[in-house]
T-cell receptor
Framework: GDSVTQMEGPVTLSEEAFLTINCTYT??????LFWYVQYPGEGLQLLLK?????DKGSNKGFEATYRKETTSFHLEKGSVQVSDSAVYFC???????????FGAGTQVVVTP | GAVVSQHPSRVICKSGTSVKIECRSL??????MFWYRQFPKKSLMLMAT?????????EQGVEKDKFLINHASLTLSTLTVTSAHPEDSSFYIC??????????????FGEGSWLTVV
């Protein structure tokens, strides 16, 4: 079945550092790929998405490119802020249903 | 933007009792809602897909008689945990699919509900 693998956390960074969170997937079809963010005590918010190969999703300084050849969707941000401290989930979904398969989540802690 | 509201946000109940969690889409119609469960420091596990006007579709390993799902209207789905046990304590999150928007922008999550069974 479909699955998502994320790098384990926690990832601890200083403010203004470069952030990369690796995400790879396995899928039988051509899924859409998502990054969700969960701030402490809150639900999930969509951060960015890509629906086909070579698409780049971007939002709030975060970027991720749908790489079909490496089955990856790594999340990057050039300069993190303390407010970016959260848990980040990579996810994939079959177009027809909208069910999301989540990775394990990566906690990011940004220190001043 | 679209909002999905869950209620209650936190609930404590005694073992053996039942507790209901509501998931509402506030400004859009959702023919499909999804219920997830999240264990501490773990990922989200899809429990079931809730379809308006029909029976829910449960994922493998989820007890349908224990986790009752009702989707009686286009804006409301409920999850009832029956005869709750301490191991049912978890964070439950719903998501709703906006029937009127193109896929990719349609899934919205609620704030989640913390259930503690004592």
């Amino acid at each position: 079945g479909d699955s998502v693998t994320q790098m384990e956390g926690p990832v601890t960074l200083s403010e203004e550092a470069f952030l990369t969170i690796n995400c790879t997937y396995t899928a039988t079809g051509y899924p859409s790929l998502f990054w969700y963010v969960q701030y402490p005590g809150e639900g999930l918010q969509l951060l960015l998405k890509a629906t086909k190969a070579d698409d780049k999703g971007s939002n709030k300084g975060f970027e991720a490119t749908y790489r079909k050849e490496t089955t990856s969707f790594h999340l990057e941000k050039g300069s993190v802020q303390v407010s970016d401290s959260a848990v980040y989930f990579c996810a994939l979904s079959d177009l027809s249903w909208g069910k999301l398969q989540f990775g394990a989540g990566t906690q990011v802690v940004v220190t001043p | 933007g679209a909002v999905v509201s869950q209620h209650p946000s936190r609930v404590i109940c005694k073992s053996g009792t039942s507790v209901k969690i509501e998931c509402r889409s506030l400004d859009f119609q959702a023919t499909t809602m999804f219920w997830y469960r999240q264990f501490p420091k773990k990922s989200l596990m899809l429990m079931a897909t809730s379809n308006e006007g029909s029976k829910a579709t449960y994922e493998q390993g989820v007890e349908k008689d224990k986790f009752l799902i009702n989707h009686a209207s286009l804006t409301l789905s409920t999850l009832t945990v029956t005869s709750a046990h301490p191991e049912d304590s978890s964070f439950y999150i719903c998501s709703a699919r906006d029937r009127n928007r193109a896929f990719g922008n349609t899934i919205y999550f609620g704030e989640g509900s913390w259930l503690t069974v004592v």
